[in-house]
C-alpha cells in the first residue's frame, strides 16, 4: 500500500495499481514449470526457472539471450508475474529511451503553474515497479543507448532510484522487484552490452527448441477446431528446421510457427472444414514465413518440398 499523504505513491497507485493487480507469488520451481505450461502455455524447462529464481534471491537481474522467436519475451513476463504475484512493466527498448520516459517527467503545463514538484512530477513504469513491488522487462536492451544502460546500474545495484529534482530517494521494499533484460545479439540494429553491465546480470541463453518440446508448444498453444493432425504439425516442424539451416535473414522461430499453424487453422475454419489440410498451410506460408523479399525464393523452394504443392 502506499505511504498515507505521500504523493508521488498515491498516484502509482491511483495509476498503475489496478493494471498490476495483486495475487500470490509463486516461488517453488516445480509448481512455476506446472502453471508456465497450464496457464501461459509455455514449455520451460526447471533448470531455467531455478536459475532465474536463484539469481532473483541473489538480487541479480538475468538477461534472455538468443534469436528471436523462441519465446525470451514471453517466458520472461510469465516468470516475472509468478515471482512477484503482479503483472510486470515491459519496457521495449529504443535509442530515444531515457531516464524521463522511465522514471517519471513533469507535466509541462502544471509545473509551469505550480512549480517543479511532487504534483506536478508524472512517475513512470521503472518507478512504479519498484514502488508497487513487482517485475520488470526490458525488451531488447542492446536497443538502447548507453546512458540507459548506465541509469540502470545504480537500480540494479542498490534496488534504489533517485530522483534528484525531487530531492527524493525511493527504495525496493520487497523481493518482487526484479528485472528481466531480452537480447538478440545477432540483430543488427544495437549497440554492446558494457562489461558492467553483463557483470551484473545472470545470462540465459535461448535457442530453438528440440524438434520434440516445439511439438509440444504446437500441441499447446494450436488447439480446438479446425483440428491439426500429427502429420500437419510434423510437415511444419520440418519447413521451420530446414529453413533455420538456410541461408534466409530471417530464421523462423516457435512464434513464427505456431502464428503459422493458426493463420491456416483460421483459413480451415472460414472454408467449414474440420481438419487443416496442405492446402490451408500452403495458403497460409508465405504470409508468415518470408519476412523479407530477398527470402522469398528460398522460402518457397523449401515449402514446395516439404509441402509437395506449389506455394505463391
Not at 67 to 82: D, F, M, N, Q
Not at 259 to 288: D, H, P, Y
Amino acid at each position: 500500500m502506499a505511504k498515507r499523504g505521500d504523493p508521488i505513491e498515491e498516484k502509482v497507485y491511483e495509476i498503475y495499481g489496478e493494471v498490476v493487480g495483486s495475487g500470490k507469488p509463486v516461488r517453488s520451481p516445480s509448481l512455476a514449470v506446472r502453471l508456465l505450461e497450464e496457464r501461459y502455455k509455455l514449455v520451460v524447462s526447471e533448470t531455467v526457472v531455478s536459475i532465474v529464481y536463484a539469481a532473483f534471491m541473489n538480487g541479480r537481474p538475468v538477461l534472455f539471450e538468443g534469436p528471436p522467436g523462441t519465446g525470451k519475451t514471453e517466458i520472461g513476463e510469465a516468470l516475472l508475474e509468478l515471482w512477484a504475484g503482479k503483472k510486470p512493466f515491459i519496457l521495449p527498448c529504443s535509442e530515444t529511451y531515457d531516464e524521463y520516459k522511465v522514471v517519471g517527467d513533469f507535466h509541462p503545463v502544471m509545473a509551469m503553474r505550480k512549480g517543479f514538484n511532487e504534483e506536478s512530477f508524472i512517475p513512470r513504469p521503472l518507478l512504479a515497479a519498484l514502488i508497487l513491488d513487482t517485475g520488470v522487462l526490458v525488451d531488447e536492451i542492446r536497443r538502447s543507448s548507453e546512458e540507459f544502460q548506465n541509469m540502470l546500474l545504480d537500480v540494479i545495484d542498490k534496488r534504489r532510484i533517485v530522483v534528484p529534482e525531487l530531492r527524493r530517494v525511493f527504495r525496493a521494499r520487497g523481493t518482487g522487484f526484479q528485472m528481466i533484460f531480452t537480447s538478440n545479439p545477432e540483430d543488427i540494429a544495437q549497440n554492446e552490452l558494457s562489461d558492467a553491465f553483463l557483470r551484473r546480470v545472470v545470462r540465459v541463453r535461448f535457442d530453438y527448441p528440440p524438434k520434440s518440446v516445439e511439438e509440444r508448444i504446437l500441441k499447446l498453444r494450436v488447439d480446438g477446431e479446425p483440428q491439426l493432425s500429427d502429420g500437419v504439425r510434423g510437415l511444419i516442424l520440418e519447413a521451420v528446421r530446414r529453413l533455420r539451416e538456410s541461408g534466409v535473414a530471417h530464421k523462423p522461430g516457435t512464434a513464427e510457427a505456431v502464428a503459422w499453424a493458426r493463420l491456416a487453422q483460421s483459413i480451415a475454419r472460414l472454408r467449414g472444414k474440420s481438419r487443416v489440410g496442405v492446402e490451408e498451410l500452403a495458403e497460409a506460408a508465405m504470409s508468415v514465413l518470408a519476412k523479407r523479399p530477398e527470402d522469398e525464393e528460398v522460402v518457397s523452394e523449401v515449402l514446395r518440398e516439404v509441402l509437395g504443392v506449389e506455394v505463391l
